[in-house]
């Protein structure tokens, strides 16, 4: 069983940057590539952000308009998520988890754009 944990959130003007992480422990059964970022804004469904296809190259939400880039770190466990040109739209809270072997959701973590 993993841990993940997200961190990197914040505050940011809209059109500014954020780089959010994604770090596993506890299990050496899931793996960066593994491992896709989801967010959930207040009185919406949590939807799929980005993460990676079966081969290995990265899958993102349409909509981002490629403004989002996934990457990971196997040796760090951990996977990142750069946030640009960031919209007041993609305020949420965004959380990490598993795209195969999915665990227990953590708190996530808080990205506030402001116009």
């Known amino acids: 069983q993993a841990e993940l944990e997200e961190s990197g959130g914040g505050f940011v003007q809209a059109g500014g940057s954020l780089r959010l992480s994604c770090t596993a422990s506890?299990?050496?059964?899931?793996?960066?590539?593994?491992i896709g970022w989801y967010r959930e804004a207040p009185g919406k469904e949590r939807e799929f952000v980005a993460g990676?296809?079966?081969?290995?190259?990265?899958d993102y939400l349409e909509s981002l308009e490629g403004r989002f880039t996934i990457s990971g770190d196997n040796a760090k466990m951990t996977v990142y998520l750069q946030m640009n040109s960031l919209k007041v739209e993609d305020s949420a809270i965004y959380y990490c988890?598993?795209?195969?072997?999915?665990?227990?959701w953590g708190q996530g973590t808080q990205v506030t754009v402001s116009s």
């Open positions: 990676f296809k079966r081969d290995g190259s990265p």
């Open positions: 988890n598993g795209l195969w072997k999915p665990v227990v």
């Open positions: 506890g299990s050496t059964f899931i793996r960066a590539n593994e």
